[in-house]
């Protein structure tokens, strides 16, 4: 079963004030979404474990290298202004570790896809190299870091609370949609994404026809698959 780890923000009020909301602040949106997001996750098959509130990105990265994690999923917001005035950028955007066509791009641009399916304006922030934020450049796993929209903005900032279900789904759908795409013989192969359902004693049918056995990452140099070990170069690609 593959291993998520999500990484809210975390700290709390007063850093990140949602814009036009005086009791919002990013760690309560994101670490509301984060719920959401590890609900969806478990539906999907997935194991899921959520940094604790208060603990430090240090203590969140070791924690997530000791529990074996596949995939590292910090959740934020965005800000454009230091000052209680709006700001006027909009949009969502994920920082990726490496160069554009790598992995983790790839993976990154999966889930900025999936966040641009949903958001309702036509912005272009896209996905963006990272290589400073501790929780991209200490991750051996893949790590994925989305900055969903920016709060100090009125619109963005109404969007992000209005739409934490579709978000966590979206984010879901970005975790599926990399850990279930082999390509074999050079054909895409998705596995159907398991639908949300409504919450009650029926509950989500998981998938559990996982494949692989660990993240892969432009950081890591071997990796394991159905019990053997693939070094870097070996003929084996995944999308």
């Not at 599926?176 to 949300?196: I, Q």
């Amino acid at each position: 079963m593959k291993k998520i780890y999500l990484s809210p923000e975390r700290r709390p009020a007063p850093h990140g004030p949602y814009f036009g909301y005086p009791t919002l602040f990013e760690h309560d949106v994101t670490t509301s979404i984060a719920q959401k997001t590890a609900a969806a996750l478990t539906r999907c098959g997935f194991s899921v474990k959520m940094a604790p509130p208060a603990a430090t990105v240090r203590v969140r990265v070791a924690e997530a290298i000791s529990w074996q994690a596949d995939y590292y999923l910090p959740i934020h917001t965005n800000a454009s202004s230091a000052t209680p005035r709006e700001g006027s950028a909009r949009g969502p955007e994920v920082l990726a570790y490496g160069q554009p066509g790598g992995i983790s791009w790839r993976a990154c641009q999966m889930t900025y896809e999936e966040l641009m399916a949903i958001y309702p304006a036509a912005t272009t922030r896209g996905v963006r190299q990272n290589t400073t934020f501790y929780e991209i450049n200490s991750t051996p796993m893949l790590s994925v870091y989305p900055e969903l929209a920016f709060h100090d903005n009125g619109a963005d900032a109404q969007w992000l609370v209005e739409n934490q279900g579709a978000i966590a789904e979206a984010l879901c759908r970005g975790v599926w949609g990399k850990l279930h795409r082999p390509r074999r013989g050079g054909l895409a192969a998705a596995l159907p994404f398991p639908a949300a359902v409504p919450a009650g004693p029926a509950g989500g049918k998981p998938c559990t026809n996982l494949v692989g056995k660990s993240a892969f990452h432009d950081k890591i140099h071997t990796f394991h698959l159905f019990g053997l070990t693939f070094t870097q170069g070996s003929a084996i690609i995944f999308v």
